[in-house]
């Protein structure tokens, strides 16, 4: 089974800014720990993350017929982006929203999300644990549904 799990823009800088929000963690620190949980749940976890909105559309598009789910932080597409909410309705793959930090604990613009209404489910301000936690919902609703 295929997990494909994205990260939106700015998420490239984590562990090398503003730690005190985001946490120490590199983004390929991350990836690793999470494709390692993923593999003794049996599960491949394809990486991918871009700074461009469209970039992300596209490979949502390429995870039809792949991927048997989606984790997305999606940065602050998620606040912005009907074409990313678009893509994930259209492939109709189920997904789980999760951010690190917590969202409605910050900035007004950040409470409301474009993703969260068809999302599974929404994980957020767990810091990098938020992946681990994401990856464990995604997995227990798949095989409830399977
Ligand atoms: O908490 C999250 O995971 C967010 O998705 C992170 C986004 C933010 O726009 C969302 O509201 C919540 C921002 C990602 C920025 O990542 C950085 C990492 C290191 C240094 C600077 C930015």
């Known amino acids: ?7 939106g823009p700015n998420l490239n800088l984590l562990g090398q ?10 983004l390929a620190d991350i990836e690793a720990e999470l ?3 993923a593999k003794q749940e049996s599960v491949q976890l394809d ?6 909105e469209g970039a992300l559309v596209d490979r949502i598009h390429q995870a039809m017929g792949v991927s048997a789910g989606i984790l997305i932080n999606a940065g602050a597409y ?7 909410r678009d893509a994930l309705a259209g ?6 929203e999760l951010h690190l930090s917590n969202t409605h604990a910050r900035e007004e613009f950040r409470h409301h999300s474009f993703l969260a209404e ?29």
Request: net charge positive; charged share 10%; glycine share 8%.
């Open 47 to 52: 990486c991918f993350q871009s700074n461009f």
């Open 1 to 7: 089974m295929h997990v494909l799990l994205l990260n």
């Open 35 to 37: 494709a390692r949980e």
């Open 17 to 26: 800014r503003e730690p005190g929000i985001y946490g120490q963690s590199s």
């Open 118 to 146: 068809r999302a599974v489910g929404v994980i957020c301000g767990f810091g990098p644990a938020s992946y681990s936690l994401a990856l464990k919902g995604l997995l227990s609703h798949l095989r409830r549904n399977a």
């Open 91 to 96: 492939v109709a793959i189920p997904y789980v």
């Open 78 to 84: 998620t606040h912005t982006s009907i074409a990313i």
